[in-house]
């Protein structure tokens, strides 16, 4: 019987789990490690962050789901891998062997320098599974605060996930404290916040923003958080009472002790087949990933790549040839705006509205019920 082993619950690994599920393999012994039994869905994050939805209708049930699968769960991450032995080493301490191995890990944040001084309080966004505790810590400190006076929010990151999280947040923090003035900020490195959409939907987005009342700087790279701030590229300081930590998407820290090749950030370079590049039997999906050329770090990318992970592993264990992926050219991007709408972003194609945001939630909402039982809780 052939070991494969998923490596992290990410969204490639629901496909994968899903597949084995639909198709049982007799051959084919499935395990899945994984830090907690509920994976994020990255989609349904800022409608929780924004008091639109509970943290469990973000979650996927990956108990459930390898239940379905036959597949064998264990929770605790990995914190090592060997692919000379063919073994990973978790935090329990336990270690699997493998004779196929996937890794769908996410990915987490380079954090600023601190200097000295009363620092603002930082929210780094990354990583993803360990979000709803850190963003209850600052709910918690929120709660604390003295009545009136004023909160400078500002969030260090001009893409998608930093001006939609702003966005989010400012709603929440406002719902949760009307008695504060909220005032939010977004540091954005390129002269637009998307850089990489259309002219319409950097538009919009900058309309959106404008609504919410924040003000965007631009061209504004925040390097270090400083006493009652953040210190930008230029020497400029922006004031901040709190720091949402968007930017500077990395590999996990463990991934460079091992053999895998990674490319300058601390992703694993990959073939089109998804196969890691010079290591047979071992593949990356999702953001932990390294294409030529690159991806964006888009959680669509990794809902893609799954069914094509999930042939391609069964192809694995059984000797057979590989398949490429060919990633698409453009994906639809929904953003929402924290106010009941969203922005519908694809190329130079750009809408916006409260019917947007509705199709948003209904199509992250089917993701969620398509991995998750419906008796799940």
Not at 10 to 18: N, P
Not at 230 to 247: K, N, P
């Amino acid at each position: 019987m052939t070991r494969l082993l998923l490596i992290g619950a990410g969204h490639a690994h629901a496909f994968v789990l899903e597949a084995f599920a639909r198709r049982p393999d007799s051959d084919i012994s499935v395990t899945v490690v994984s830090e907690s039994r509920l994976a994020a869905y990255s989609g349904s994050v800022p409608a929780w962050l924004a008091g639109e939805c509970t943290l469990r209708e973000t979650q996927v049930d990956v108990a459930a789901l390898c239940h379905r699968a036959g597949a064998h769960l264990i929770p605790s991450p990995a914190v090592a891998l060997d692919t000379a032995t063919r073994q990973v080493t978790l935090a329990n301490g336990d270690v699997i062997p493998f004779d196929v191995a996937s890794l769908n890990i996410g990915s987490t944040l380079a954090l600023p320098v601190q200097h000295d001084g009363p620092l603002p309080y930082c929210l780094a966004m990354r990583p993803l599974g360990s979000l709803h505790e850190r963003w209850q810590a600052l709910r918690d400190s929120v709660a604390q605060l003295p009545s009136g006076g004023c909160q400078q929010v500002v969030s260090v990151g001009g893409g998608a996930a930093g001006c939609e999280t702003l966005m989010s947040v400012l709603a929440q923090l406002r719902h949760q404290r009307p008695d504060i003035d909220w005032r939010g900020h977004l540091l954005s490195a390129t002269r637009d916040p998307l850089p990489d959409a259309g002219r319409l939907p950097r538009w919009l987005t900058r309309r959106a923003l404008a609504r919410a009342d924040i003000r965007v700087h631009s061209p504004v790279r925040g390097e270090a958080l400083a006493a009652g701030g953040v210190s930008t590229h230029d020497d400029r300081f922006i004031e901040a009472d709190i720091v949402l930590w968007a930017t500077g998407a990395v590999g996990h820290g463990w991934l460079s002790d091992t053999r895998l090749p990674l490319d300058a950030k601390g992703f694993i370079r990959v073939e089109s087949t998804l196969e890691v590049i010079g290591q047979p039997h071992v593949f990356a999906a999702g953001d932990c990933a390294a294409f030529n050329p690159p991806l964006p770090n888009a959680g669509v990318y990794a809902v893609r790549m799954g069914p094509h992970l999930a042939d391609n592993l069964r192809r694995a264990c059984h000797g057979e040839p590989l398949q490429s992926w060919q990633p698409p050219k453009r994906v639809l991007a929904l953003i929402g705006t924290g106010d009941g709408h969203a922005i519908a972003s694809r190329g130079a194609f750009g809408l916006s509205g409260k019917w947007v945001w509705e199709w948003k939630r209904r199509i992250d909402a089917r993701f969620i019920t398509r991995f998750n039982p419906p008796f799940s809780n």
